[in-house]
């Protein structure tokens, strides 16, 4: 597609549910990340993928965050037993490869509201 | 670790205004630089970036920012603010090579016509 697509653009849970948020990077690039951005707290690093490479995990905040990227393309974000504190925009971004961060292409988000 | 400040949350400006943001980050090696910007209801978009050229980086819309080493300041600066410029400003820094990014918190910026 001409752009990063996320999907979807809103969801809202009920405390304690399980939520996946979908992210299609632009055809042909082999980096991607997720951030999450909280309400006046910036963008926050969750897990990077580089091709078939191990994926850096280092920023997910805790076990009941998990990422996975199928065939090195679309790439979804698991959150179980969700809680309030979850509740942010998520951000999904991707580059042509490792390294070009001049050339980063960020998603519209996923909105998540944890009731 | 690398890190992140941006002075300000919120700053309203009157059109015509001139702008300046501060930022100010650490990192202990060479670095990359980064403002981005989200404009109401859009995605984050790349405004300019500092790669070890030239110490003042102009950007896309009349900004530019001016990268200090001694003062580990990238701050971002426009002569004269338009209601247009209305969005969300982030400020970005990697290690050289580095794919690791890291936002400061973002300065919400009005612009009253």
């Known amino acids: 597609g001409a752009g990063v697509s996320q999907s979807p653009s809103n969801k809202v849970t009920e405390k304690g549910k399980d939520v996946e948020l979908r992210c299609d990077p632009i055809s042909g690039h082999t980096a991607l990340y997720w951030y999450r951005q909280s309400l006046g707290q910036g963008l926050e690093f969750l897990i990077y993928?580089?091709?078939?490479?191990?994926?850096?995990k280092s920023g997910l905040p805790s076990d009941r965050f998990s990422a996975e990227r199928t065939g090195g393309s679309v790439s979804t974000l698991t959150i179980q037993r969700t809680q309030q504190e979850d509740s942010a925009v998520y951000l999904c971004?991707?580059?042509?490869?490792?390294?070009?961060?001049?050339?980063?292409?960020f998603g519209s988000g996923t909105q998540l509201s944890v009731l | 670790a690398q890190s992140v400040s941006q002075h300000n949350h919120h700053v309203i400006l009157s059109e015509a205004a001139s702008l300046e943001l501060g930022c100010n980050y650490s990192?202990?090696?060479?670095?990359?630089l980064f403002w981005y910007v989200q404009y109401p209801g859009q995605h984050l978009q790349l405004l300019l970036k500092y790669f070890s050229e030239d110490p003042l980086v102009k950007g896309i819309k009349g900004f530019e920012a001016e990268f200090i080493k001694s003062k580990f300041s990238f701050n971002l600066r426009k002569p004269s603010v338009q209601w247009s410029d209305t969005a969300e400003y982030f400020c970005?820094?990697?290690?050289?090579?580095?794919?690791?990014?890291?936002f400061g918190k973002g300065t919400k910026l009005s612009v009253i016509p």
């Open positions: 993928f580089q091709g078939n490479s191990a994926p850096d």
């Open positions: 970005a820094v990697s290690g050289a090579g580095s794919y690791q990014l890291t």
């Open positions: 990192y202990g090696g060479t670095v990359n």
């Open positions: 971004a991707s580059s042509l490869r490792t390294g070009s961060l001049e050339k980063l292409f």
